[in-house]
């Protein structure tokens, strides 16, 4: 065993969001949470511990911020992955992905960023920025 190298848990599933479900609101989450169907809306989860698993059938359509995270379905929006994010084969991601430690099979596709984050680092505020065309007026 390497030294400093954390051990992996067994993935744990406390909740479970089904194939024929569709989900529309934001939803928080602690432990674990496997989504087989569509959430409309972000998802969080409450403590360092939590594992999201979306399969190759998931879709999420909203921010996604969450400790570890096993994707092989689809993300419309940007992931925050606090710990780690495994990207399998069928994954796909429609915005940036801020990670610790990323896992990328061959096949999956993010849309976006790959912004590598160091483990405890504070957020960085989000930049607004201008439509193209759209300038300023002078006051």
């Known amino acids: 065993m390497m030294n400093g190298a954390k051990k ?4 744990k599933i406390d909740s ?3 194939q024929n479900t569709e989900m529309q609101g934001d939803v928080v989450f602690s432990g674990g949470l496997h989504v087989d169907g569509r959430v409309k809306g972000n998802v969080m ?9 979306i399969s190759d059938q998931g879709v999420i359509e909203g921010e996604v911020r969450v400790a570890n995270i096993v994707l092989n379905g689809q993300v419309i929006g940007d992931v925050y992955a606090e710990e780690r994010i495994e990207l399998a084969t069928q994954a796909r991601v429609i915005g940036n992905v801020y990670y610790s430690l990323i896992e990328m099979a061959i096949g999956a596709e993010v849309n976006g ?6 483990e405890g680092e504070k957020e960085k505020p989000a930049l607004s920025h201008m439509r193209e065309g759209a300038h300023a007026k002078p006051a």
């Open 8 to 11: 992996r848990k067994a993935a």
């Open 113 to 118: 960023k790959l912004v590598h984050r160091v």
């Open 16 to 18: 479970l969001i089904g």
């Open 45 to 53: 989860a409450k403590d360092k511990e939590s594992l999201l698993t």
